[in-house]
């Protein structure tokens, strides 16, 4: 039996801008292989062309619309292009030390205080497959702390069985599981609140095995749960937030929201991004449980 979705658009009426007392808008977006490399340079594809300035801008008045408190951020090519998008006199950046091109990080809002964690390196496995470690940082709230972790995983098993798979991104993908696991156990027995967020490429509707694992570390609740997202048509979300811990109350579902670009013509796609911010709410408690 088909499960029904619904389609999740940004509306602008529902919250004014900027978090309001007690809540944090915390989002994930990919911006597709974001970096100042001319075209052709060593470390990218032959088909990913450079980004002009109008490029550059259109994807600043984006991110000034999503308006996010934190935004996990994947395919970035370190702190210059992410500051091309997000101006340092609102945002704060963080990226992993990966020595690959698409690197994962996380964006804060000034004013808000963070430690940053170690790289969590475990996710990336053998450098020789040119995979992702996860961006980990401490949020520093008034009722206590909040753990984030932005993950940008394996593509190229989205939907497809992991149990005894012999595809190569399925196996690459499944290797991706423990780290997340201890990951998300450590969180739990520390009863830290958590979120974890990025690119999984992976869809999680149904009994997704994948997700299933991850749970069997900690509960969680998937904001993206019985949606599908509209950024470029109907798509089954492969961006994802997860709420661990007392995160779980917090994170309100209701204000999942995917940001539509205004353009329209296939060529954006590329110049923009494939993905779109993905955003979710939370309602930090006045006191720590």
């Known amino acids: 039996m088909l499960r029904r979705t619904s389609m999740i658009c940004m509306s ?72 091309l998008v997000f101006p340092t006199e609102k945002y704060s950046i963080h990226m992993t030390h990966d020595r690959v091109t698409q690197r994962t990080g996380l964006i804060v809002r000034r004013g808000l205080h963070y430690d940053i964690n170690p790289d969590v390196t475990a996710i990336a496995g053998n450098p020789a497959a040119r995979l992702r470690s996860g961006a980990d ?44 696991q201890a990951w998300i156990a450590a969180r739990v027995a520390e009863k830290t609140p958590f979120l974890v967020l990025g690119d ?31 950024c470029w048509g109907a798509e089954t979300f492969i961006d994802h937030i997860l709420a661990g811990g007392a995160a779980i109350d917090w994170m309100r579902s209701d204000t999942l929201r995917v940001l539509r670009y205004r353009e329209t013509d296939p060529a954006w796609k590329e110049r923009l991004s494939d993905h779109c911010p993905v955003s979710v709410r939370l309602a930090i ?3 720590a449980g």
Request: with cysteine; hydrophobic share 40%.
């Open 285 to 287: 408690p006045d006191a």
């Open 12 to 83: 602008l009426l529902l919250f004014g801008a900027g978090a309001q007392a007690g809540e944090l808008k915390i989002a994930t977006w990919n911006l597709n292989w974001l970096t100042t490399r001319p075209t052709g340079a060593p470390g990218l594809p032959a088909d990913v062309k450079a980004r002009s300035s109008e490029d550059f801008d259109k994807l600043r008045q984006y991110a000034l619309e999503l308006d996010a408190d934190v935004i996990a951020v994947e395919e970035v090519d370190g702190h210059q292009a992410a500051a």
């Open 200 to 230: 999984f490429n992976r869809r999680m509707d149904g009994r997704d095995q994948f997700l299933a694992a991850l749970r069997r570390a900690g509960p969680l609740t998937r904001a993206t749960e019985g949606h599908s997202s509209p």
């Open 137 to 180: 940082i401490t949020l520093h709230l008034k009722s206590g702390s909040l753990r984030l972790l932005a993950v940008h995983l394996k593509t190229g098993c989205q939907a497809q069985p992991l149990a005894r798979s012999t595809r190569r991104s399925c196996v690459e993908l499944t290797d991706q599981i423990a780290p997340l």
